[in-house]
């Protein structure tokens, strides 16, 4: 367990209004990633980090911004939250390059 | 693309049978491949791995082997237990796209007792 925090664990919000998801991990890990969890779909990348301030998208960005202003600390912020942004959204952490990841327990996001 | 393709569920067994669930994969490179699990209303954690061909990962009972010449990351456990029940995920890593993981849609395991 990479001790992986994510705040809040759910939420409910209305369309248009912004976001904001944070991850904390106490292990020191250098590469962070946002998924997001769908059915059917698995996870899916929204953006990743490979340092403080080096972010870098994923497969399925448009909506979403990163930011990483310290090695512990990855917040991921829906600027206009719309309906097809409902979903469960994990973070993970990762220590290699390639190698294994380690998620945080979810984020059940709502938009009405 | 690179993708991943796990066998749908939901997948029912009773308790002590075989269970196999099936994971192939496409990768242009030579990802490593890994097992996740998840349990209800929790995050994914890290059942097993392997980092190259022939490799064989294990933990918990489960194991599973990287054939690279049939492209599979079939998930085997001789007997399941109900504390099995959960939904795995097969995936792999690409290292020159951040090392992000790409997921199978992920199969339901029920188990009765």
């Known amino acids: 367990d990479a001790g992986i925090t994510q705040s809040p664990r759910h939420k409910v919000t209305e369309t248009g209004t912004p976001v904001t998801l944070r991850c904390h991990q106490t292990?020191?890990?250098?590469?962070m990633y946002w998924y997001r969890q769908d059915p059917g779909h698995g996870l899916r990348l929204i953006h990743y980090s490979y340092g403080v301030k080096d972010t870098d998208k994923g497969e399925v960005s448009d909506g979403y911004s990163v930011s990483r202003s310290k090695t512990e600390d990855f917040l991921l912020t829906l600027e206009s939250a719309t309906s097809s942004q409902t979903s469960v959204y994990f973070c993970?952490?990762?220590?290699?390059?390639?190698?294994?990841?380690?998620f945080g327990p979810g984020t059940r996001l709502t938009v009405t | 693309g690179d993708s991943v393709t796990q066998m749908e569920g939901p997948v029912t067994l009773s308790e002590e049978a075989f269970l196999t669930i099936n994971c192939t994969y496409t990768a242009t490179g030579y990802p490593s491949l890994f097992w996740y699990v998840q349990y209800p209303g929790e995050g994914l954690q890290l059942l097993l791995k392997a980092t190259k061909a022939d490799d064989k990962g294990s933990n918990k009972g489960f194991e599973a082997t990287y054939r690279k010449e049939t492209t599979s990351f079939h998930l085997e456990k001789g007997s399941v237990q109900v504390s099995d029940s959960a939904v795995y995920f097969c995936?792999?890593?690409?290292?020159?796209?951040?090392?992000?993981?790409?997921f199978g849609q992920g199969t339901e395991l029920s188990v009765k007792p």
């Open positions: 292990e020191n890990h250098r590469y």
């Open positions: 993970a952490t990762g220590e290699i390059l390639g190698g294994e990841q380690y």
């Open positions: 995936a792999l890593s690409i290292y020159n796209q951040g090392g992000k993981l790409i």
